[in-house]
């Protein structure tokens, strides 16, 4: 079992930046994928990114690449996303997501923390 705390969320304005934080507690950080999933008003939690146990593979969806960074310490079992140039439409709850994996259709995860509001204004 894992549990996932997200961190950093808040209230931006457009252009601005962000940093969230997850930090994770119970199986071994180092033995698994983590990713970043968001959810806006009234619509369908989506991907944001993902990265390998070891860091050395990072992928993003297609609306937040080359503004968004994830990365990850194992030494202090915390995963992070780097928010750059924010926009209304990042607008969401984002979830942590520990064992992040792509199903053949879509990335899953099976561990979720409780999301972390960010908000941003135009």
């Known amino acids: 079992q894992v549990h996932l705390v997200e961190s950093g969320g808040g209230l931006v304005q457009a252009g601005g930046s962000l940093r969230l934080s997850c930090v994770a507690s119970g199986r071994t950080f180092s033995t698994y994928a983590m990713g970043w999933f968001r959810q806006a008003p009234g619509k369908e939690r989506e991907f944001v990114a993902v990265?390998?146990?070891?860091?050395?593979?990072?992928y993003y969806a297609d609306s937040v690449k080359g503004r968004f960074t994830i990365s990850r310490d194992n030494t202090k079992d915390t995963v992070y996303l780097q928010m750059n140039s924010l926009k209304a439409e990042d607008t969401a709850v984002y979830y942590c997501a520990g064992d992040t994996a792509w199903d053949g259709v879509r990335y899953v995860a099976t561990y979720w923390g409780q999301g972390t509001q960010v908000t941003v204004s135009s």
């Open positions: 990265i390998s146990w070891n860091g050395g593979r990072v």
